[in-house]
């Protein structure tokens, strides 16, 4: 009796982050040989060690082959037609302060809603700004030095800290690890680096942008976290890009080490351009993202939503090492339109008494695809180990997909798993109910789908979650159940 | 207040509602009663807008508005409400935020200013005294895990907030054990008002002992076929349906 607006509605929501901000940039021509990653390291001053390792990392690659076990479809990408490096030009005056920063970038910042300054400062939250591959503006870095804190990206890291850098990088993700860790391991631009000393609280959660902007420019990030014996780190992690054309590639590597007693919570709210209605110009976002819980008692906490990119292939992992240390995965994953994820996590129990807790929510909508991959290895050392999996799916609409593949390998008979799965729709019930109470349908499916993924955004910062709510509202605009 | 004129509607190919005519004037508690399968849920949901109804002709006029004309959440914000016969359970869904999101769009579709956070919360304790229930429904999802009861005065402690001119009790005693039907029948006494209008549809006589209605109607087979005051109720506590049904069939 009542029109119900059609689910193309949803698909149809223009991406609200798409622009372009017009910034020179320094960017090497497009293609990929020993010549590109000596200059990609020599453009970056770093020292010799860094290049002989990259190029190591890049002559493996060149052995190794194209994932295609993930569930996703995409075209070939020509790693020749890709340009390696882009930079904000005059690197050689990097600003001192916001004053300096190129006006036409601090815009984009404010119409992304990044309040990069005052506003950031009064929140307590330092911000290392990473637009296309170099840092441009850092916040607050006195503070952390106070309290022995190292943030900084990933190249001033290589100057000021070449030590840690050499003992770590590669340490949890080496370069022959995967296709495309090996070749962020050869070309990696820029990212972040975050030391935490002994026995410290990191005083403020540490907070990250990125946003691809170049045109054509793969960005190749990598990310190094340690916490030290008895620290703690909140690191939030939060995208969005213009709006263009071209696919563009996107291959991160996170590393995070944990040592006893330690605990690094890393957040993630990823909102790349999807592609448009056809599934056209949008980013892959192939990362390997993984911590190692060195220590007894350490303990690593993901948590993501995940809204955008044409194609997600990434899975946060934890290698559970320490005797009785823990991991943590909450995830929220949307897909609408034509876009397609195959996500999850692994969780490797190799020390005794350990465990870990995966809660994955997967909503698609339109002709999204989606795939939650989950692997929970108990280690014939493991002896007392436990898991607990819930993985839940809503489908909205009836030409999205849900699947779900759980691998469970137990070599250690003490072991307790436990594997809940669901797979839901948006009732009419449910939208009749709300809107009954004067709701309209668009808020109607907004608290519903908020509701479902409530127990993943209990584990976000404050203001994060905040944000990750409003986030999944403008995704989903204009879904009907 | 509400004025329903030769209603007819079809689930499906089968129409269940055959020319239903009822008045309802501001204040006035109507009570519908009928047996299984006459209509009484049908004419609760069409009224309020659910899919999978076709009205096929007639019109209810509400507050000078047909009601056919408007989305539910429109008939929400004129005033309209209806009380689940079972109320629907979204999970993760807090109570306090759902209730607030419901009432600021029906404020903000009235011209009122939205209620900010310390006010809902005065406004809510307020109507919690009323209804004499604890403020443990607040902190838990809508419904979720709730056992029939508490699904039950969580419905009129909905109504009780969002102060609806024309309520209607869709099989609100089903369900309920004798203590539990008291305490949801207090509530809707409590909730009415010279201003309020209710339509109770109830299958049996027993919610009529709590709730005392003005006005008992008979559905039968789609259609209101005897009207009269609460001794109707009684009459066909003690007759039965069949005796109406036999009616109908003489006529």
Same mark, same amino acid.
């Given at each position: 009796?009542?029109?119900?607006?059609?689910?193309?509605?949803?698909?149809?929501?223009?991406?609200?982050?798409?622009?372009?901000?017009?910034?020179?940039?320094?960017?090497?021509?497009?293609?990929?040989?020993?010549?590109?990653?000596?200059?990609?390291?020599?453009?970056?001053?770093?020292?010799?060690?860094?290049?002989?390792?990259?190029?190591?990392?890049?002559?493996?690659?060149?052995?190794?082959?194209?994932?295609?076990?993930?569930?996703?479809?995409?075209?070939?990408?020509?790693?020749?037609?890709?340009?390696?490096?882009?930079?904000?030009?005059?690197?050689?005056?990097?600003?001192?302060?916001?004053?300096?920063?190129?006006?036409?970038?601090?815009?984009?910042?404010?119409?992304?809603?990044?309040?990069?300054?005052?506003?950031?400062?009064?929140?307590?939250?330092?911000?290392?700004?990473?637009?296309?591959?170099?840092?441009?503006?850092?916040?607050?870095?006195?503070?952390?030095?106070?309290?022995?804190?190292?943030?900084?990206?990933?190249?001033?890291?290589?100057?000021?800290?070449?030590?840690?850098?050499?003992?770590?990088?590669?340490?949890?993700?080496?370069?022959?690890?995967?296709?495309?860790?090996?070749?962020?391991?050869?070309?990696?631009?820029?990212?972040?680096?975050?030391?935490?000393?002994?026995?410290?609280?990191?005083?403020?959660?540490?907070?990250?942008?990125?946003?691809?902007?170049?045109?054509?420019?793969?960005?190749?990030?990598?990310?190094?976290?340690?916490?030290?014996?008895?620290?703690?780190?909140?690191?939030?992690?939060?995208?969005?890009?213009?709006?263009?054309?071209?696919?563009?590639?996107?291959?991160?590597?996170?590393?995070?080490?944990?040592?006893?007693?330690?605990?690094?919570?890393?957040?993630?709210?990823?909102?790349?351009?999807?592609?448009?209605?056809?599934?056209?110009?949008?980013?892959?976002?192939?990362?390997? =993202?993984?911590?190692?819980?060195?220590?007894?008692?350490?303990?690593?906490?993901?948590?993501?939503?995940?809204?955008?990119?044409?194609?997600?292939?990434?899975?946060?992992?934890?290698?559970?090492?320490?005797?009785?240390?823990?991991?943590?995965?909450?995830?929220?994953?949307?897909?609408?339109?034509?876009?397609?994820?195959?996500?999850?996590?692994?969780?490797?129990?190799?020390?005794?008494?350990?465990?870990?807790?995966?809660?994955?929510?997967?909503?698609?909508?339109?002709?999204?695809?989606?795939?939650?991959?989950?692997?929970?290895?108990?280690?014939?050392?493991?002896?007392?180990?436990?898991?607990?999996?819930?993985?839940?799916?809503?489908?909205?609409?009836?030409?999205?997909?849900?699947?779900?593949?759980?691998?469970?390998?137990?070599?250690?008979?003490?072991?307790?798993?436990?594997?809940?799965?669901?797979?839901? =729709?948006?009732?009419?019930?449910?939208?009749?109910?709300?809107?009954?109470?004067?709701?309209?349908?668009?808020?109607?499916?907004?608290?519903?789908?908020?509701?479902?993924?409530?127990?993943?955004?209990?584990?976000?910062?404050?203001?994060?979650?905040?944000?990750?709510? =409003?986030?999944?509202?403008?995704?989903?605009?204009?879904?009907?159940? | 207040?509400l004025?329903v004129?030769?209603l007819?509607?079809?689930?499906?190919?089968?129409?269940i509602l055959r020319g239903l005519d009822l008045e309802v004037g501001?204040g006035e508690v109507h009570a519908i009663m009928g047996p299984n399968g006459s209509g009484k849920s049908t004419f609760a949901?069409?009224?309020?807008?659910?899919?999978?109804?076709?009205?096929?002709?007639?019109?209810?006029?509400?507050?000078?508005?047909?009601?056919?004309?408007?989305?539910?959440?429109?008939?929400?914000?004129?005033?309209?409400?209806?009380?689940?016969q079972?109320?629907?359970?979204?999970?993760?869904?807090?109570?306090?935020?759902?209730?607030?999101?419901?009432?600021?769009?029906?404020?903000?579709?009235?011209?009122?200013?939205?209620?900010?956070?310390?006010?809902?919360?005065?406004?809510?304790?307020?109507?919690?005294?009323?209804?004499?229930?604890?403020?443990?429904?607040?902190?838990?999802?809508?419904?979720?895990?709730?056992?029939?009861?508490?699904?039950?005065?969580?419905?009129?402690?909905?109504?009780?907030?969002?102060?609806?001119?024309?309520a209607i009790l869709d099989e609100t005693d089903s369900g309920l054990?004798i203590?539990?039907l008291r305490?949801v029948a207090d509530?809707v006494n409590?909730?009415r008002?010279?201003?309020?209008s209710m339509i109770v549809v109830t299958h049996y006589q027993r919610l009529l002992d709590y709730i005392e209605p003005d006005y008992v109607h008979v559905l039968a087979k789609g259609r209101i076929i005897r009207s009269g005051g609460k001794e109707l109720a009684l009459e066909l506590e003690e007759k039965g349906y069949g005796w109406i049904d036999a009616e109908v069939e003489a006529a």
């Amino acid at each position: 009796m009542t029109g119900a607006p059609a689910v193309e509605d949803i698909v149809r929501s223009e991406y609200e982050h798409g622009f372009t901000t017009e910034i020179e940039s320094d960017t090497l021509p497009p293609g990929l040989d020993e010549d590109v990653v000596r200059a990609i390291s020599r453009r970056k001053g770093e020292p010799e060690f860094m290049v002989e390792q990259r190029l190591k990392a890049y002559r493996h690659w060149l052995t190794m082959r194209e994932p295609e076990w993930a569930s996703v479809h995409y075209p070939r990408i020509d790693f020749q037609s890709i340009s390696y490096y882009s930079a904000p030009k005059r690197p050689e005056d990097m600003p001192k302060s916001l004053d300096e920063i190129d006006p036409a970038l601090l815009e984009t910042y404010n119409k992304l809603g990044i309040p990069i300054e005052e506003q950031k400062a009064l929140a307590g939250i330092a911000v290392d700004a990473v637009f296309d591959s170099v840092s441009v503006a850092t916040t607050f870095r006195a503070t952390l030095a106070e309290a022995g804190v190292i943030f900084c990206s990933i190249s001033e890291a290589l100057h000021d800290y070449p030590e840690l850098v050499k003992q770590y990088m590669g340490s949890v993700v080496p370069h022959t690890d995967n296709y495309y860790a090996g070749l962020n391991a050869a070309v990696f631009s820029d990212g972040t680096f975050v030391y935490v000393p002994k026995g410290v609280r990191c005083p403020m959660e540490l907070s990250t942008y990125f946003r691809i902007n170049a045109r054509n420019t793969g960005q190749f990030e990598r990310t190094l976290i340690i916490a030290e014996a008895g620290s703690y780190v909140s690191y939030l992690e939060g995208c969005t890009a213009p709006q263009r054309d071209e696919n563009q590639l996107h291959a991160a590597v996170v590393e995070l080490i944990a040592m006893e007693d330690a605990e690094i919570k890393y957040s993630t709210v990823q909102n790349w351009y999807p592609g448009d209605a056809q599934g056209r110009g949008g980013i892959y976002n192939f990362v390997t =993202k993984r911590g190692d819980c060195r220590g007894a008692r350490s303990k690593i906490s993901w948590t993501q939503v995940e809204t955008g990119s044409a194609i997600t292939w990434k899975y946060p992992s934890c290698i559970l090492r320490g005797e009785g240390s823990v991991g943590e995965f909450y995830s929220v994953a949307v897909t609408k339109g034509r876009q397609q994820a195959d996500t999850g996590t692994k969780m490797i129990h190799i020390g005794k008494n350990t465990s870990s807790t995966i809660v994955s929510k997967g909503i698609s909508a339109g002709e999204g695809q989606q795939t939650y991959r989950g692997l929970v290895r108990i280690g014939p050392r493991a002896e007392g180990a436990r898991n607990h999996t819930q993985c839940d799916s809503l489908l909205i609409g009836d030409r999205c997909t849900a699947n779900t593949f759980p691998y469970i390998e137990v070599k250690h008979p003490s072991a307790q798993m436990e594997h809940e799965a669901t797979t839901s =729709k948006i009732s009419d019930d449910q939208l009749f109910y709300c809107r009954s109470r004067g709701l309209n349908e668009e808020d109607a499916v907004s608290m519903i789908v908020n509701g479902f993924c409530k127990e993943v955004f209990n584990e976000l910062p404050m203001e994060f979650a905040v944000e990750a709510q =409003k986030l999944l509202s403008i995704s989903l605009e204009g879904a009907v159940g | 207040m509400l004025s329903v004129k030769g209603l007819r509607a079809n689930v499906g190919d089968k129409e269940i509602l055959r020319g239903l005519d009822l008045e309802v004037g501001p204040g006035e508690v109507h009570a519908i009663m009928g047996p299984n399968g006459s209509g009484k849920s049908t004419f609760a949901h069409v009224l309020s807008g659910r899919a999978g109804y076709g009205v096929t002709a007639g019109s209810a006029i509400f507050e000078g508005r047909d009601l056919f004309d408007l989305e539910p959440e429109e008939r929400a914000r004129l005033g309209l409400f209806l009380a689940f016969q079972y109320p629907v359970e979204l999970p993760g869904v807090n109570n306090t935020y759902f209730l607030k999101a419901a009432l600021n769009s029906i404020r903000k579709a009235r011209g009122e200013s939205e209620l900010d956070a310390v006010s809902f919360l005065r406004l809510i304790k307020e109507r919690l005294k009323i209804l004499h229930l604890d403020d443990s429904l607040l902190k838990r999802a809508v419904n979720a895990g709730f056992s029939g009861g508490e699904k039950k005065r969580n419905e009129i402690f909905q109504m009780a907030l969002l102060e609806p001119r024309l309520a209607i009790l869709d099989e609100t005693d089903s369900g309920l054990d004798i203590d539990a039907l008291r305490v949801v029948a207090d509530g809707v006494n409590a909730l009415r008002g010279p201003e309020r209008s209710m339509i109770v549809v109830t299958h049996y006589q027993r919610l009529l002992d709590y709730i005392e209605p003005d006005y008992v109607h008979v559905l039968a087979k789609g259609r209101i076929i005897r009207s009269g005051g609460k001794e109707l109720a009684l009459e066909l506590e003690e007759k039965g349906y069949g005796w109406i049904d036999a009616e109908v069939e003489a006529a």
